[in-house]
């Protein structure tokens, strides 16, 4: 009972200290990230944040500052943001769970499913500088979609930020993006180079609608999101939930972040017929929610909840590891990952706007990170990762009687 109360009294703090989450995680008891950043969050060049170390059931939360500093609104768990990049990951969980039904083959060509993919034209530049049009030799498989190697670039020219309605959350459905991005000339020869590209993942995500029937965005929620109690994530959040909305700042040297009412790749208002479903960077979630996806992953493929999203299998062979021909980097199916694994390697996504979220699945380890920040300087990047080591390396005891092991003033 002594060191139940301790605990007690560590998850109440000012600027965030650790709180319990989860019926499975328990409270470290640590401080490391709150004491790393609170310089930054004291300053106000970092507005506020949302970190959480988690070791093998001992978690460390820290939810720093402000998700409104006009109105003082503490940033929480359960404060809704854009997380951006972070949605090609639910976009390769669909795809892989179609791959482990035996209903897709990463492998297959994109044309088994999308025809207008079957002839492509690559851009290619003559010395006087005239643009000629070479047809692609290699097919465009699935698997070269989910990993930025088909030759798509960043978004269709339809979806840039530069026009009106454009960005991640506006500009057309999916099914759209893909028969446009088929009908313009490609980067390079698929499979042979990389380029980020949202296009490639809105191009999975439309093989995903061919194969089940379901606009990719209600199989997402009817096979992850709903399945594992997310119910925070969404492509349109209610006017009730934008009430809890984490701002955007941008990032100002030496001085408080300044209040950017909205990016052109994201545009206001964010739930109104103008928004399409992306797969490339358009889900809103909370920290509480991802942090639900992303222990489904390090679980491999089994939720907090006791849901089986994905089998073993499925998470160590396509998600896990890098599904790119040796030479080309690391990255799977919507998720940066390594290129061999091993009990040392991380995988997982970050967004534009600074989020990310990376898991050891071999140590049962993750580290989230939450902000709406946009350009530079980020100072306090080197404290962040500096405080995630430190915790990683202290020996914390998982009875918890040793709950205040490695806690610094």
Not at 109 to 132: C, H, M, Q
Not at 253 to 269: E, I, S, T, W
Not at 297 to 303: A, T
Not at 367 to 381: C, E, F, I, S, T
Request: charged share 20%; with cysteine.
């Amino acid at each position: 009972m002594k060191y139940r109360g301790i605990l007690a009294a560590v998850a109440v703090a000012v600027l965030g200290a650790s709180v319990a989450y989860g019926a499975e995680a328990r409270n470290a008891g640590t401080t490391f990230a709150r004491d790393a950043l609170k310089p930054w969050i004291e300053s106000g060049e970092l507005p506020g944040c949302v970190s959480v170390f988690y070791n093998n059931g001992v978690q460390e939360v820290a939810c720093l500052g402000y998700a409104d500093v006009a109105a003082k609104r503490p940033i929480t768990l359960d404060d809704v943001y854009m997380q951006c990049s972070q949605t090609k990951g639910f976009c390769g969980v669909t795809v892989a769970k179609l791959v482990e039904e035996g209903r897709l083959n990463l492998d297959d060509p994109v044309s088994k499913y999308l025809p207008e993919f079957k002839t492509l034209w690559i851009a290619k530049d003559n010395k006087d500088g005239t643009r000629t049009l070479v047809r692609a030799k290699n097919v465009l498989t699935v698997r070269m979609c989910l990993n930025h190697t088909g030759g798509f670039p960043f978004e269709i020219p339809a979806k840039q930020g530069n026009i009106p309605g454009g960005g991640w959350s506006g500009g057309m459905p999916l099914r759209a993006v893909a028969a446009t991005a088929a009908a313009q000339p490609i980067l390079f020869e698929p499979g042979t180079q990389t380029k980020y590209s949202n296009t490639g993942i809105d191009i999975g995500a439309a093989v995903v609608q061919a194969v089940t029937g379901m606009k990719w965005e209600d199989y997402l929620k009817k096979t992850v999101l709903d399945p594992l109690g997310m119910k925070d994530s969404t492509f349109w959040p209610t006017d009730e939930q934008l009430k809890r909305q984490v701002e955007m700042y941008a990032c100002q040297k030496g001085r408080p972040a300044k209040y950017v009412l909205q990016n052109p790749m994201q545009q206001r208002p964010y739930n109104d017929s103008h928004v399409f479903a992306s797969a490339g960077a358009g889900l809103w979630t909370t920290a509480r929610d991802q942090l639900k996806f992303y222990k489904m992953l390090m679980n491999l493929g089994v939720g907090e909840n006791g849901v089986r999203i994905l089998k073993e299998e499925t998470v160590k062979s396509i998600l896990a590891v890098s599904t790119r021909p040796k030479g080309l980097g690391g990255y799977s199916l919507g998720l940066s990952a390594p290129e061999t694994d091993g009990d040392e390697q991380w995988f997982g996504h970050g967004g534009a706007w600074g989020t990310n979220c990376m898991v050891n699945w071999h140590k049962r380890q993750l580290k989230l990170w939450a902000v709406q920040l946009n350009g530079n300087p980020r100072p306090w990047d080197r404290a962040k990762d500096n405080a995630a080591n430190t915790f990683f390396k202290t020996k914390i005891d998982s009875a918890g009687v040793d709950a205040y092991t490695g806690r610094v003033k």
